[in-house]
């Protein structure tokens, strides 16, 4: 790692110091100097005495970084001050100073519909964004979200399964997976897209961590795609981020009473476009087919067949697949992933539940 770099390491250190505050003080004086500065030099350039102190006495987490970077074959660290810095992104009101990057860095400036839900959608909600996906994938669109439980992770999943880019932001650092669940699915994310952090390696997930990690979701993309959400939910945090951020908020509308509709039916009265297909979408940014959207998939096979015949048409508790099938409790959870990869089975509130698919033997 260069100089700046090490110098914007000892500044994700510093108390309430992020991109807004970097960006003024680098205007009055380069991050250049700084690493090398005394406090004096630092205050003489419009530093606080406290924040000059406080970076006088930060030692860079070089150890820390050198072993990530190291442990994988892609691993970059992107600084806001470099010029592959994603561009849309540069100009949030607190851009990261830093982003930690498994996988292909250079995914994350291509144009990004960034896709946000319910942790439990009803299965509807889900197969609706799976049959969307070809749409947006064949339009030359990247699909980001944030490795959620829900459609994040139907999102990331239906974006692997057509070919398209997908961009995971995490609320840890870029090491820990979160939720350990999708650590097969994080693996897939690193060959066809990135995972991203802002965040240490080692970092634990942490409440205040995540409406962090949205306003990076949405910064990193042209619009929001809001597929179901309650009346008070973190996707809709994610879209008034993205409209505060001069994003377009997209939401797909559901039956009155329904509350996992009752935030996307929010969000189109204050202003969201309503989507009924992906072509809603694609219109309105002048997008055109970059390839043949295939209308079929040819025939694959499922993964532990005795399991998938262990799930239900109606929600089925993970202990009852268990007794089932007569496999362990972690096999189980092992399988019932890749299944949900596959689109065979859908996470519902009260376990899993199978969804009718004509393309798998």
């Not at 390491?9 to 005394?38: K, V, Y």
């Not at 150890?63 to 994988?72: C, K, M, Q, R």
């Not at 949405?218 to 809001?226: C, I, K």
């Not at 476009?273 to 087919?289: H, N, R, Y």
Request: hydrophobic share 45%; charged share 15%.
């Amino acid at each position: 790692m260069d100089r700046l770099h090490i110098t914007l390491l000892r500044c994700l250190l510093l108390p309430r110091f992020g991109g807004a505050a970097f960006q003024r003080l680098h205007q009055c004086w380069p991050a250049d100097h700084w690493g090398e500065a005394s406090i004096a030099d630092l205050c003489a350039h419009g530093w606080p005495l406290a924040l000059a102190e406080a970076f006088a006495a930060v030692e860079p987490p070089l150890t820390i970084v050198d072993s990530w970077l190291a442990s994988g074959g892609r691993r970059s660290v992107m600084a806001l001050t470099d010029d592959h810095y994603p561009w849309l992104l540069r100009h949030i009101q607190s851009p990261p100073l830093l982003l930690f990057v498994d996988g292909d860095a250079g995914q994350l400036s291509r144009p990004q519909l960034a896709v946000v839900g319910s942790r439990q959608p009803a299965p509807p909600a889900a197969s609706w964004l799976r049959q969307q996906m070809p749409a947006l994938a064949a339009a030359g669109l990247a699909i980001t979200s944030g490795l959620a439980r829900g459609i994040d992770g139907v999102a990331h999943e239906a974006a692997l399964a057509t070919g398209a880019p997908t961009i995971a932001v995490m609320g840890t650092g870029p090491d820990l997976i979160y939720p350990a669940v999708h650590r097969r699915l994080a693996a897939a994310i690193t060959e066809q897209g990135a995972l991203v952090s802002e965040f240490l390696p080692g970092a634990a997930a942490n409440t205040d961590h995540f409406p962090r990690r949205n306003r990076i979701i949405s910064g990193l993309a042209r619009g929001v795609l809001v597929v179901a959400a309650a009346e008070r939910s973190g996707s809709l945090i994610t879209a008034r981020m993205a409209a505060e951020q001069g994003r377009d908020v997209f939401a797909v509308p559901g039956a009155p009473g329904n509350p996992l509709a009752a935030g996307c039916n929010r969000l189109i009265q204050e202003g969201a476009k309503l989507v009924a297909c992906a072509d809603d979408i694609t219109d309105e940014w002048g997008l055109s087919p970059l390839l043949p959207v295939t209308a079929s998939k040819p025939k694959t096979a499922l993964p532990i067949p005795a399991l998938l015949d262990s799930v239900g048409d109606e929600p089925t508790p993970v202990d009852l697949i268990a007794v089932r099938s007569g496999l362990s409790v972690a096999k189980v959870l092992e399988g019932l992933l890749e299944l949900e990869l596959c689109g065979a089975i859908t996470a519902v509130p009260g376990g899993f539940q199978r969804l009718r698919r004509t393309d798998h033997v």
